[in-house]
């Protein structure tokens, strides 16, 4: 029985990855900011990253760490630093005083572009320090992740729903099912593959272009949509105009909109993991299927 340390278990993928491995025997020790119901298989650490007594006593008696948890949208580069930074050094520093051994890392492909934007930049600077631990460690940068659960792509799947695709200008990206990266997570807790960088995604041979995937949500909802490429100065306007009206909440940030409107987000095939480590599972059209009927049942769609 393996012990494993998450931070990030009460987000979107974090959700999926501890469910997973309380599935697979695995005991859990999971970070929260706020009271959780109990749950067999899980410890609940109340705490945060920057406490640095909780982070102790997360990866107490832990074999392995996985850190999912970061800041994906903030308001400056400094909010940024804060969650994606520091928050991975004190993962680290909690980790190397507890005698943990491996440590797997949830990056992102944003991190390739550093120059791109904030949070890439912050991505990037992160798995700097990760490379430069004793850990027998594992970097993950996942593409674009869909699933039930997630509500960054919820408001695609909404415009598909009256026939509307709104999209960056021309380019392609890579996608991943949360369920097949976190498989992934757990195998690499029990690798001898180590201090490696990958680039998971979902099979599909040089990734999928914007509007192929628009049209492949259109499809899980069942709508034929019409694709509209948008220029760059259109996608910054949008963007602006998203953060005075929702604030905080915008999902659609200046900073976001910078890397969104970058050509290449397709997974390096020469860092995808090996076939006998991992393999994707879950048909990226089947999993847009799922995801569609989560959100009908949640009254979201």
């Known amino acids: 029985m393996t012990t494993l340390a998450i931070t990030g278990g009460t987000g979107f993928v974090g959700g999926h990855l501890i469910a997973m491995a309380v599935e697979r025997?695995?005991?859990?020790?999971?970070?929260?900011?706020?009271?959780?119901?109990e749950r067999a298989g899980v410890t609940w650490i109340r705490g945060a990253l920057d406490d640095t007594a909780s982070l102790a006593e997360l990866v107490t008696g832990a074999d392995a760490v996985i850190h999912v948890a970061g800041v994906v949208n903030a308001p400056d580069r400094a909010g940024f630093a804060d969650g994606n930074i520091?928050?991975?050094?004190?993962?680290?520093?909690?980790?190397?005083?507890?005698?943990?051994?491996?440590?797997v890392h949830v990056s992102s492909l944003a991190a390739r572009e550093p120059e791109l934007s904030d949070y890439?930049?912050?991505?990037?600077?992160?798995?700097?320090?990760?490379?430069?631990?004793?850990?027998h460690w594992s970097i993950v940068r996942p593409p674009a992740i869909y699933g039930p659960g997630d509500?960054?792509?919820?408001?695609?799947?909404?415009?598909?729903?009256?026939h509307l695709a709104l999209l960056p200008p021309g380019g392609r990206l890579s996608v991943l099912h949360a369920n097949d990266l976190c498989r992934l997570l757990l195998a690499l807790t029990d690798s001898d593959e180590a201090r490696l960088v990958f680039d998971p995604d979902d099979g599909a041979l040089n990734g999928w272009s914007h509007a192929d995937f628009a049209r492949a949500i259109g499809k899980a909802v069942g709508k034929r949509v019409l694709t509209l490429s948008c220029p760059r100065s259109a996608v910054m306007a949008g963007a602006r105009i998203d953060r005075l009206l929702r604030g905080d909440k915008a999902k659609l940030t200046p900073d976001r909109a910078a890397y969104f409107c970058h050509p290449d987000w397709v997974s390096n095939p020469a860092h995808r993991p090996p076939a006998k480590l991992w393999q994707p599972q879950i048909p990226t059209a089947q999993g847009l299927a799922d995801t569609a009927q989560w959100y009908r049942a949640q009254g979201l769609l």
């Open 120 to 135: 890439g930049w912050s991505k990037a600077q992160a798995d700097k320090l990760v490379k430069a631990s004793p850990f």
């Open 25 to 37: 025997g695995h005991q859990v020790r999971a970070l929260t900011r706020r009271d959780q119901p």
């Open 151 to 162: 509500f960054e792509m919820l408001e695609l799947f909404r415009l598909a729903k009256y």
């Open 86 to 103: 520091e928050g991975t050094r004190a993962m680290l520093n909690a980790a190397q005083a507890a005698g943990v051994r491996r440590f």
